[in-house]
Nanobody
C-alpha cells in the first residue's frame, strides 16, 4: 500500500509558474511515478511520468518544454515544475504510483496509462486565468 499526498496547486495568471509536490508513504525509488490531470467534462490524461531512479521521463506533447518532472528519493517526493502555464492547463492534477513497476514488466514509462498505476492521490487544483 502506498499513500500519496499532493500539494502546490493554486491559481495563477497566464504565463505563471507552479510547483506541485507528491509525497509518497514509501518505495519512491522503486516506483514508476506519474502526474495526470483531469479537467471538467474531460478524460483524465497523462501529463508526465518518471521511471525508478529518474533514468527516463515522459511528457505529453502539450507540456513539453514547459513542465519538468523530478524526484527526491530521500524525501519520497516527486515534483512537477510547471512554467509558462496556460488556461488550458487548468485541471485537477493527480499523482500516481506503481511500485516495483520494472519487476511488473513496465519497462517504458511513456507506454504506461492510467490503468497501469494502482495508487493515486486525492488531487490538487490548478487554475490558470487569462
Amino acid at each position: 500500500q502506498v499513500q500519496l499526498v499532493e500539494s502546490g496547486g493554486g491559481s495563477v495568471q497566464d504565463g505563471g509558474s507552479l510547483r506541485l509536490s507528491c509525497v509518497a508513504s514509501r518505495y519512491t525509488g522503486s516506483n514508476c511515478m506519474g502526474w495526470f490531470r483531469q479537467a471538467p467534462g474531460k478524460e483524465r490524461e497523462g501529463v508526465a511520468g518518471i521511471s525508478p531512479g529518474g533514468t527516463s521521463a515522459y511528457y505529453t506533447d502539450s507540456v513539453k518544454g514547459r513542465f519538468a518532472i523530478s524526484q527526491d528519493n530521500a524525501k519520497n517526493t516527486v515534483y512537477l515544475q510547471m512554467n509558462s502555464l496556460k488556461p488550458e492547463d487548468t485541471a485537477m492534477y493527480y499523482c500516481a504510483a506503481e511500485p516495483f513497476c520494472l519487476l511488473r514488466g513496465h519497462k517504458n514509462i511513456a507506454a504506461m496509462t492510467k490503468a497501469d498505476f494502482r495508487y493515486w492521490g486525492q488531487g490538487t487544483q490548478v487554475t490558470v486565468s487569462s
